[in-house]
């Protein structure tokens, strides 16, 4: 019964993403992305800082002087750019989704506790939200990544303990409202624990918008890397990720444009894919979307 139930219930949401154009189109842009990053190193034809001096900037296989080996061309130490876009793929993913699960347990957490306890809970939570979006985001990133030196580690912390407040001011919000309807009220009057009441009633009940805010602010989260990786504060060599690919290519532009095309448009098409998605998820999992 309940494989069958399972079984259903995919064919069911895949037939509500095959209706869904934009849907479609940003899931088939992330599951590519995805088996990409998981797989760079069976997929990249080159090694990630593979250097050959006598191919250093090589253009794109269809401009002349191209060659068939390196696809996308090559930058100014010899090394394959289609092989450090692929590479990069893996940080991008890792950064984004994992600095996002910091922030989305955080603001989670506290969006619960404050929307259902109220009172002081509520009110120094919010405090503490309104003085993180006080101060402009990128500008407190910065500073923890001087303190405690860029790094991927660092920089997947930096992004999830700044970005926690957006999950905590939408949960509460969200909070609020299943926590007056009736079903919480006969539990609340029967004596179920508040702990048991949080998991069994109200974190379902905005669990949706929990995984809408989630799937969209991956793709702010890869951006935001890209940008600190590009202001030399984010991913540090040996790796690589789109951004600081950007940095490299930023002195060519003029003469030898794939450098930082390339990885522009990697981070460009990643970003749309995850934002389709993201919207589709928002339109079948909200009512109120549904109603619209």
């Known amino acids: 019964m309940k494989k069958h139930q399972k079984k259903s219930s995919f064919v069911r949401w895949m037939k509500l993403l095959l209706k869904s154009k934009t849907g479609t189109v940003g899931f088939l842009i992330v599951m590519v992305v995805f088996i990409v990053g998981i797989f760079s190193d069976q997929i990249a034809p080159f090694g990630v800082n593979e250097q050959n001096y006598a191919n250093m900037l ?34 991008s ?26 009172g002081w809970i509520d009110t120094v939570t919010m405090r503490m939200v309104d003085a993180f979006l006080s101060i402009p985001n990128i500008l407190f990133i910065l500073v923890i990544l001087t303190v405690l030196n860029p790094g991927i580690m660092t920089l997947i912390f930096a992004i999830g303990v700044t970005n926690w407040v957006i999950y905590a001011r939408l949960i509460r919000g969200e909070v609020l409202s299943v926590k007056e309807r009736e ?23 905005v669990f949706s918008t929990f995984i809408v805010i989630s799937t969209l602010s991956v793709a702010t989260t890869i951006i ?29 532009l003029a003469t030898n444009w794939w450098l930082a095309t390339f990885p522009g448009l990697a981070i460009t098409i990643t970003v749309l894919g995850i934002i389709f998605l993201g919207d589709w998820l928002r339109d079948v999992l909200d009512p109120r979307s549904q109603g619209r």
């Open 224 to 252: 935001l890397e890209a940008s600190l990786s590009f202001l030399g504060m984010g991913v540090q060599p040996p790796d690589v990720s789109w951004g600081y690919m950007l940095a490299d290519g930023r002195d060519y």
């Open 183 to 205: 079903y919480v009220k006969a539990a609340r009057s029967i004596g179920t624990k508040n702990l048991t009441i949080i998991r069994r009633h109200v974190l379902p009940n």
């Open 93 to 118: 993913l890792l950064v984004g989704i994992f600095s996002v699960v910091v922030a989305g347990i955080l603001g989670m957490a506290a969006g619960l506790f404050a929307g259902y306890y109220g």
């Open 58 to 91: 090589v253009p794109p296989a269809w401009q002349e002087g191209g060659s068939s080996e390196h696809f996308l061309g090559t930058d100014n130490l010899g090394r394959d750019i289609l092989s450090r876009i692929i590479y990069g793929t893996t940080i």
